[in-house]
């Protein structure tokens, strides 16, 4: 293919895929690990990512009132902690003469999100209220369903439908007839009613039966995970004050503890190897009280983050509140981070802002204050750019330098918390074997007994429809014989 067709590809994508293992993985995984399948695919979403320039798509180069529309959009979460993408239909307007800007848009939000989050899949939601004939575009839903299915590998979790009007039962016949069977089951045709089996009310507006009071507004470019004013540590409250005094002041003497102890260390160690290696041992002899170990490890270009994807917090049962984030430099330079979360109120982050040495680690200690419970929807970002060997770690220097770094030098790296339940009952104790089924199990369990009730219902109204033709028919076929009855009788009095 390359050979062949080397002047068709972005050579960025190309050196891409020979350095990114994941994004390797997610194209096989989306094509059931059959290897022609996969090269095929791989061909046609980089041919179609040049002809967009996909690579080159920002808010500079699309025109404004794109994103004064307000058709297309990230925000919020659905239950399984997937990204919300917005389709708002009502807001589209089928026009040929725009139909590549918005198509471009679609692209740009997708590359957008992807770059950011490193590809981890996205919900679509197409909110059809208030729609109508005039908001059919056939093209452009392909178009958006083959991003999915043909450009962006193993992105898409589900696509939430919301008030479909019947006349357009019709259209969506089509658009099923592209998705192919996988993707078919990703369909959920939903109402007001039941639309809360996938997405919680706090992240629905009021149209759809939610508390969300978001509005949408452009500038800025929508980021609902960390809008500015953003925040790096939350405050103290009053009715936990006085643990977390107590809290602050043996973390900081067992945090001074460790770093003479790394500092020794690192004084004998000349690779990031070795680095690594003695880190199982320092770690031993310093562990929050209920911390998860981590068993993951992102490794970005500046910074190698553990856990890599999720903090492990408790529930009020278990009442695990500290998690701990591990950061390693793997530069040749000093690395400033920061540390921000979307639920400033809950967490306390120790340090939130601060700088790595290179080929040194650093923890930091995430805790939740007190009266406060985990959330899946809480997220934290991880900020880290190279400074000078020449400038200064202390917080003057730290504050102008991240007030001059450009945001292209910026690497971000996200995590969400993820809450253990008790996998004991706390008042059944007698057959205990019987009861110890993972939380995981239980949630499989719920989501096939939601997918039996939507196809219970789909038959019900398939059932329904039937019966009515039925109706139809049998008023038809009375009204036939009645119409024969009344000409034989014409025919029979005219004789007579």
């Known amino acids: 293919y390359l050979l062949d067709k080397s002047d068709k590809y972005d050579s960025r994508d190309v050196e891409r895929l020979q350095q990114d293992d994941k994004w390797v993985e997610n194209y096989l995984i989306w094509r059931h690990d059959v290897v022609d399948d996969t090269l095929k695919m791989i061909d046609e979403s980089f041919q179609w990512r040049k002809e967009y320039t996909v690579n080159d798509l920002t808010e500079s180069v699309l025109p404004k009132w794109l994103f004064e529309n307000g058709a297309l959009f990230l925000h ?16 589209h307007i089928r026009d040929p003469k725009q139909q590549l800007e918005k198509k471009k848009l679609v692209a740009f939000w997708l590359e957008h999100y992807a770059k950011r989050d490193h590809g981890k899949p996205l919900t679509v939601v197409f909110d059809m209220a208030e729609s109508g004939i005039s908001h059919i575009d056939l093209d452009f839903v392909r178009f958006i369903v ?74 800025p470019l929508v980021d609902d995970d960390f809008q500015t004013p953003l925040c790096e540590n939350g405050p103290i409250t009053s009715e936990d004050e006085h643990e977390s005094k107590e809290e602050i002041d043996a973390d900081t003497k067992e945090t001074g503890e460790l770093n003479e102890e790394q500092n020794l260390n690192q004084k004998k160690m000349n690779s990031v190897e070795q680095i690594s290696k003695s880190e199982e041992t320092d770690k031993t002899e310093f562990k929050p ?35 701990l984030i591990v950061l390693t430099n793997v530069t040749k330079n000093i690395v400033a981070f920061k540390v921000r979360t979307t639920a400033p109120e809950k967490y306390r982050v120790k340090p939130s802002n601060s700088s790595c040495e290179p080929g040194t680690s650093l923890d930091i200690i995430v805790s939740l204050h007190g009266g406060f419970a985990a959330s899946l929807q809480d997220r934290f970002l991880i900020m880290a750019a190279e400074m000078d060997q020449s400038s200064g770690a202390g917080v003057p220097e730290l504050t102008q330098f991240w007030k001059e770094v450009p945001r292209t030098k910026v690497m971000e790296h996200r995590l969400r918390c993820h809450v253990v339940e008790s996998s004991k009952p706390s008042s059944l104790t007698l057959k205990e074997n019987s009861f110890s089924i993972p939380a995981k199990t239980n949630e499989d369990l719920h989501i096939q007994l939601t997918r039996l009730l939507q196809i219970n219902k789909r038959l019900q109204e398939q059932i329904d429809r039937c019966l009515w033709f039925q109706q139809l028919s049998a008023v038809l076929s009375l009204l036939s014989v009645s119409v024969v009855a009344f000409c034989f009788y014409l025919v029979y009095t005219q004789r007579s």
Not at 76 to 91: A, I, N, P, Q, T
Not at 181 to 192: E, R, V
Not at 312 to 318: C, N
């Open 76 to 91: 919020g979460y659905d239950k399984e902690g997937y990204k919300l993408f917005w389709f708002r239909v009502k807001h």
């Open 289 to 323: 009280k209920n911390a998860k170990k981590a068993l993951t490890t992102f490794k970005g270009p500046l910074l190698h983050i553990s856990p890599a994807e999720e903090l492990y917090f408790g529930s009020k049962e278990t009442g695990e509140k500290k998690c």
């Open 146 to 219: 083959n991003c999915f299915t043909d450009y962006y590998p193993n992105f898409l979790t589900k696509i939430v439908i919301f008030e479909m009007p019947w006349i357009m039962n019709a259209a969506f016949k089509i658009v099923k007839g592209w998705l192919g069977p996988d993707a078919i089951s990703m369909l959920k045709f939903t109402n007001k009613s039941d639309v809360q089996e996938y997405i919680n009310g706090e992240y629905l507006p009021p149209h759809m039966g939610g508390t969300d009071s978001f509005k949408y507004s452009y500038p």
